[in-house]
């Protein structure tokens, strides 16, 4: 029984006086010895029975943003969770109230669904009527390789989120322009040539290019391999720093289709090394990074030439140091590498998006876009 339901008259009102502002006193002392930093979102650090907002306190409810448009985000794909505020955190992005919340369909401006999440026969998608205002976005960023065709989603939708740069909302990596003079660039120590991390080595998701490409490489040149498919794993941690190490890295994608081109191409510029890549042709790769920042395995007639040029690069420091002379005028930012953190950036972007743009739209056929 709590001391409040048999005191009474003015002695109670007295002691539940003292006990309230003693709460808010201790809530505000620790509140600001837990003032949050700059990398994470504010946390309630409190305890549990500390940090229970009053009853009727309107300042501690969750406040409505009437003004930002909502999106729904209706699959979380492939079940990686995020805390939304990571939009603000890591990309400035605060231009939509983003929730899970399916009950909120109604007054949702976008509703963001995971192609792969999407059943057979539709029936895990919106069932009650679309709102007119409402835009559905195809959220894709897979390459045609690894798509599976699921019928009737033509008329559906109203945006494309893909790494396509025709889509709607395109979402990939990029490198950005500096103002004024960068930093002089350090080579960072250098003590292996050739680097490879990869997990993914199923041959139905379009690896044998690149896989066969290997094998041929590998009989001329030392490569020291990572990742789920050599099970030698490496930590998060010590990703950037690993490609930081090598003079050399392999950016083969899984499959080559038109701009599906991903961070294995961040990666290496981002940690000051040279890309190999694999992947569409090279005009494509100088859509989005300067022809002299990286190497295209077509440049050359097969991979021996191209071992016995990465072999004469690392006996020529002036030469490749030239792979770096980029760095002056862009700049190519670490992009995020967890599992979990894997799909952060699109629905970010997608949230953007849908905080800037009201125009009608209607994709008809998907699959005649997508597939070409
Ligand atoms: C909460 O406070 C507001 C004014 O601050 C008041 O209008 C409302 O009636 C209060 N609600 C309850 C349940 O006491
Ligand atoms: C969205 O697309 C559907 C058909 O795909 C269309 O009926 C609807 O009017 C479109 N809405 C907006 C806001 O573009």
Not at 25 to 32: E, H, I, R, S
Not at 172 to 186: C, H, N, P, S
């Amino acid at each position: 029984m709590l001391p409040s339901t048999f005191l009474t008259g003015p002695l109670r009102i007295i002691l539940v006086g003292i006990l309230g502002i003693g709460g808010f006193l201790t809530l505000f002392v620790m509140y600001y010895q837990s003032a949050p930093s700059q990398i994470c979102p504010p946390q309630p650090a409190l305890p549990r029975h500390y940090s229970k907002p009053p009853e009727n306190n309107s300042l501690s409810k969750k406040q409505p943003e009437p003004d930002k448009p909502i999106m729904l985000l209706w699959f979380w794909p492939e079940n990686r969770r995020f805390d939304f505020r990571d939009c603000t955190t890591f990309f400035n992005i605060d231009g939509c109230q983003l929730t899970d919340d399916r009950s909120l369909y109604n007054k949702a401006d976008g509703v963001l669904i995971f192609h792969k999440s999407i059943k057979h026969d539709l029936s895990n998608l919106p069932q009650s009527p679309r709102p007119p205002f409402q835009k559905w976005i195809w959220y894709h960023v897979e390459s045609p390789t690894n798509t599976i065709r699921i019928p009737g989603l033509e008329n559906l939708f109203n945006l494309t989120l893909s790494y396509r740069e025709d889509a709607d909302i395109p979402v990939r990596w990029r490198l950005t322009a500096r103002k004024g003079q960068g930093e002089d660039f350090v080579l960072p120590k250098k003590d292996k040539l050739v680097c490879w991390i990869v997990s993914n080595n199923n041959p139905a998701t379009g690896t044998a290019v690149r896989d066969n490409y290997y094998t041929e490489l590998v009989k001329h040149i030392k490569v020291d391999v990572y990742g789920k498919a050599f099970a030698r794993f490496l930590r998060y941690e010590d990703y950037f720093s690993t490609l930081s190490s090598c003079k050399f890295y392999l950016s083969f994608e899984n499959s080559v289709h038109r701009d599906y081109i991903t961070e294995k191409l961040n990666g290496p510029l981002a940690a000051g090394t040279v890309p190999v890549v694999l992947g569409p042709p090279r005009q494509n790769y100088e859509d989005f990074v300067p022809g002299d920042s990286f190497i295209h395995v077509n440049d050359f007639p097969n991979a021996k030439a191209l071992a016995e040029f990465l072999l004469k690069l690392d006996k020529d420091d002036e030469a490749y140091l030239r792979y770096f002379q980029w760095r002056r005028n862009l700049f190519a930012q670490q992009h995020l590498i967890q599992l979990s953190q894997e799909f952060i950036q699109s629905i970010c972007y997608a949230c953007d998006h849908i905080g800037k743009h009201k125009e009608y739209r209607v994709v008809h056929n998907i699959y005649k876009w997508y597939f070409g």
